[in-house]
């Protein structure tokens, strides 16, 4: 039993300690807002991290938002309420799936190359060389990752949002024949810009910086070697990943939960 | 402060990691405008020595100046100021995968200076020509062999013509060719620029034959330092041991450990 | 002439996303032009709204005429109190309009009918419907009824 306390108490102060390291690490990177030269970096950066992304967004967007028309229609038609599939459509994409499946294939295909990258960067010592010139690494490396993280997240969600919907158009509209007026006044009429579109694009921004939190700390404090970076991206689909179900939870509890 | 013969001066320099003790009480003096190396069985800390004098890691006590400036003493502005003196060839060369040949020569004098494109390009191209890469200039880091990304991560650490270059462990790892060349340049790099070289490593032949002096330690202290003649006749048994390359000695073949027959005959035996 | 490539596809990628964004707010969420234009308040008190949503919309005859703004609870007299925005200037409502709370299908949304009445005066901005009809709850229909079968 003491040991069992001792256990989890180590452990938890083990977890402090990468907490408090991780937050170091994000503050000195973030410290200094980028200058000019750094703005080049975060475009390159968007373009590994962002548009690379694009078509595995766009292609399960497009699949989600058929299933769910697919979904709502056979089962609202049987009570003649066909118009609702626009609402309930777009409500669970804005809301929900959106900001969160974007944030979850993010992390799987942006936030592991992330950390293997910078991982890798330590393992050959650049990072270490880059210091030794007198270039700090956490403003010429990782500062402009999360930066670029957090600028590709939301608008990767805006357009999974987009495509999700004309995904369910396509099926729900020019498949099945729901009427295309009521799918759309329907929507209109349920959605609120406030309440569903900027509150969902607020959750992603919010991920954006979990996820690139995590990958980046997990790659640049792995252990140089080549188990311990395969642990780190590992870790990083997999802390980002419940991170992200976790504080979806809350902050749906948050802005929709009625107290 | 007095305008010494020595570019670095270390006093009383004392490390430690865990429970290991890497540095207790060592004194190095590196004369300017010479090659001096610091020797030592693996795992003496050779390495963490470059990192203290570069500053990216910080000595439990003891000074470290280099130009008269105390390095420990420096916040990490200061800090990031000192290294544009400084060239490091790292043991991985430690070259950006990212970038090519070219742009790895010119990295460091894109952040540190506002050189012209075409001033950068001449300049790229003759640090490239010092090493005999300037062929090479558009091949990307993982298309050189061993060697040449060796030579190419030289030409970046003399990109700006440092006061002071350090070579970690440059010959392990080469193929006997590849370690020529390297003797070679380190030592014509060295004549020709004028600058401070430290280097470390623990070949033996290679070290000697470009050294004016060397250093050897263990144990975090320094056991022997002079010109490679003297150390080669020095009376240490240790610095014989090390310097003739003999498997036993003081530094003992065997790990500590049990007698061997209590080991291999059991308890009962 | 790589970093043109980056520059280009990152150019396309933020437009994109801004385009995505005005997509979801126009064309999903209904941000219109009903926002520039003039509209005014009536209220009106029901007894009951029953899944009466804001933003629902006003309409008369079918055709939406305005939304509903915000619905509160009056503690003293238990009903609730709806405002509605109602499309255009002062004048095109007489003081006799009546309001009732509709449903589309039988399981749609909750909207607000009106119907015109006869009256010379017109309703003023911030003036009250009085006559309205709360929504009919399908458990209170079905008690009435069978308190009826009842009697009879």
């Known amino acids: 039993m003491v040991g069992l306390v001792r256990l989890l108490g180590i452990r938890f102060l083990t977890w402090l300690n990468s907490l408090g390291r991780a937050t170091v690490l994000w503050a000195n990177a973030m410290w200094w807002l980028p200058r000019w030269e750094g703005v080049r970096l975060i475009v390159t950066q968007i373009y590994y991290v962002g548009f690379l992304s694009l078509v595995i967004i766009v292609l399960s967007a497009f699949s989600i938002g058929a299933v769910l028309a697919l979904q709502f229609y056979t089962q609202l038609a049987r009570f003649g309420a066909e118009d609702a599939v626009g609402v309930g459509l777009a409500l669970v994409v804005l809301r929900e799936l959106g900001p969160v499946v974007t944030a979850l294939l993010f992390a799987g295909r942006a936030g592991s190359a992330l950390t293997a990258e910078i991982g890798l960067m330590k393992t050959t010592e650049q990072l270490s060389s880059m210091e030794m010139m007198g270039v700090d690494p956490l403003k010429r490396i990782i500062a402009p990752r999360i930066w670029a993280g957090l600028i590709s997240v939301p608008i990767l969600t805006a357009i999974f949002n987009t495509v999700a919907i004309y995904g369910g158009v396509v099926v729900g509209v020019n498949w099945l024949g729901a009427d295309p007026g009521g799918f759309w006044s329907g929507m209109q009429e349920g959605v609120e810009i406030y309440e569903d579109l900027v509150k969902g694009m607020i959750k992603s921004a919010v991920f954006a910086l979990l996820v690139t939190w995590v990958a980046v700390f997990q790659g640049y404090d792995a252990p140089p070697t080549a188990e311990g970076m395969s642990l780190a991206t590992t870790r990083t689909v997999v802390i980002s990943s419940v991170l992200i179900l976790a504080t979806d939870f809350l902050m749906t509890l948050v802005f929709y939960g009625d107290f | 402060m007095q305008a010494s013969e020595h570019l670095i001066e270390i006093r009383d320099l004392s490390f430690r990691r865990g429970d290991r003790v890497i540095f207790d009480g060592a004194d190095f003096d590196i004369p300017r405008g010479r090659i001096t190396a610091i020797m030592g069985p693996s795992g003496t800390g050779k390495t963490t020595l470059l990192k203290i004098i570069g500053g990216q890691v910080k000595p439990d006590a003891g000074q470290v100046y280099v130009e008269g400036q105390d390095i420990c003493s420096m916040n990490r502005d200061e800090l990031f100021a000192f290294r544009r003196n400084l060239g490091m060839m790292f043991q991985s060369s430690a070259l950006f995968t990212d970038l090519s040949v070219y742009e790895n020569v010119a990295f460091p004098m894109r952040v540190h200076t506002n050189l012209s494109e075409e001033l950068i390009r001449d300049l790229v191209m003759m640090k490239l020509n010092a090493v005999g890469l300037r062929g090479a200039r558009d091949l990307a880091p993982s298309q050189l062999s061993g060697g040449m990304a060796r030579r190419v991560a030289l030409a970046r650490a003399i990109a700006l013509d440092p006061d002071l270059i350090m070579y970690d462990e440059p010959f392990t790892g080469q193929d006997p060719i590849a370690m020529g060349v390297l003797v070679g340049l380190i030592k014509e790099l060295n004549s020709a620029l004028n600058i401070t070289s430290l280097l470390v490593s623990h070949d033996i032949h290679e070290t000697v034959s470009i050294a004016d002096q060397i250093f050897v330690i263990a144990d975090g202290k320094v056991i022997g330092a002079g010109t490679p003649e003297e150390l080669r006749a020095a009376p240490t048994p240790m610095v014989r041991q090390f310097m003739h390359g003999e498997p036993d000695g003081p530094v003992p073949f065997h790990y500590p450990a049990d007698d061997i027959e209590f080991d291999v005959l059991g308890e009962a035996g | ?152």
């Open chain 3, 1 to 152: 002439m790589r970093m043109r490539t980056i520059e280009i596809s990152v150019g396309g990628f933020v437009l994109a996303g801004i385009i995505a964004l005005v997509f979801l707010a126009v064309q999903v969420s209904g941000v219109n032009t009903s926002q520039v234009q003039d509209s005014y308040a009536v209220i009106a008190r029901f007894d009951d709204v029953a899944g009466l949503r804001a933003r629902a919309k006003v309409s008369m005859a079918g055709v939406t005429i305005g939304r509903v703004r915000s619905i509160d609870v009056d503690m003293q007299w238990g009903d609730a109190i709806v405002t509605m925005d109602i499309l255009g200037e002062p004048g095109n409502l007489t003081t006799d309009t009546s309001a009732k709370i509709l449903t589309e299908g039988i399981l749609g949304a909750r909207y607000i009918g009106l119907s015109p009445g006869a009256d010379e005066e017109t309703l003023a901005d911030g003036d009250e419907i009085v006559e309205t009809q709360g929504a009919l709850v399908l458990e209170n229909l079905i008690g009435d009824f069978l308190t009826n079968i009842g009697k009879s």
